[in-house]
């Protein structure tokens, strides 16, 4: 089965620019999404097909996706930011995939 | 508005049975899939499996086939994620949510259901 692996935190000043990574056989071939989760909160979907931001979410949040990485980038961070990210994809199978999230902790 | 409002929490024995339901408003139910995913006390995102209203297909993680079974009435849009016999392990909090089709992200979710399994 797909695995996708994600750091289990990332730190970052307010300010700063803080990149999760979401690693996976040939990715790049791959729809990547990502989601927000805060505390006691469903997911929120922040970037879609790589690197689409829904309406609502900051230009901030941008996405990459090429070879063997996918990378959410989000930028100026701010407090309100601190939760867990998921990224996943669809496998061959038409079977959802998750990593196992990033900690994004503001210092 | 579109929304998915799903059933509440619930407190169960080992053993018994519980069917938690999901329901669509503010869009097509039978055009879109509806995807249930897991999320244990502290851990991460597990994807369980999902259903497509319109015709009822549906698609398993392995990790969840035959553990749980998910239907769906186009009739009231809502769709469902059963048990017929929970254990302690099923204790998580479920979260229903929306997807278009093909690779398309899950756009829209549920507050989540949370489901406790205690003697």
């Known amino acids: 089965s797909y695995v996708l692996t994600q750091p289990p935190s990332v730190s970052v000043a307010p300010g700063k620019t803080a990149r999760i990574t979401c690693g996976g056989n040939?990715?790049?071939?791959?729809?990547v999404h990502w989601y927000q989760q805060k505390p006691g909160q469903a997911p929120v979907l922040v970037i879609y097909?790589?690197?689409d931001r829904p309406s609502g979410i900051p230009e901030r949040f941008s996405g990459s996706n090429s070879g063997n990485t996918a990378t959410l980038t989000i930028s100026r961070v701010e407090g309100g930011d601190e939760a867990d990210y998921y990224c996943?994809?669809?496998?061959?199978?038409?079977?959802?995939?998750f990593g196992g999230g990033t900690k994004l902790t503001v210092l | 508005e579109v929304q998915l409002v799903q059933s509440g929490a619930e407190v169960k024995k080992p053993g018994e049975s519980l069917k938690i339901s999901c329901k669509g408003s503010?869009?097509?139910?039978?055009?879109?899939?509806i995807g249930w995913v897991r999320q244990k006390p502290g851990k991460g995102l597990e994807w369980m499996g999902i259903?497509?209203?319109?015709?009822?297909?549906?698609k398993y993680s392995p990790s969840f086939q035959g553990q749980v079974t998910i239907s769906a009435d186009k009739s009231i849009s809502t769709a469902y994620l059963q048990w017929s016999s929970l254990k302690a392990s099923d204790t998580a909090i479920y979260y229903c949510?929306?997807?278009?089709?093909?690779?398309?992200?899950?756009?829209?979710w549920g507050k989540g259901t949370t489901v406790t399994v205690s003697s």
């Open positions: 949510a929306r997807r278009e089709g093909g690779p398309a992200a899950m756009d829209v």
């Open positions: 503010g869009y097509s139910f039978i055009s879109h899939w």
């Open positions: 259903i497509y209203p319109g015709d009822s297909d549906t």
């Open positions: 040939n990715i790049g071939s791959k729809s």
């Open positions: 097909y790589n690197s």
């Open positions: 996943q994809v669809w496998d061959n199978s038409d079977h959802g995939v």
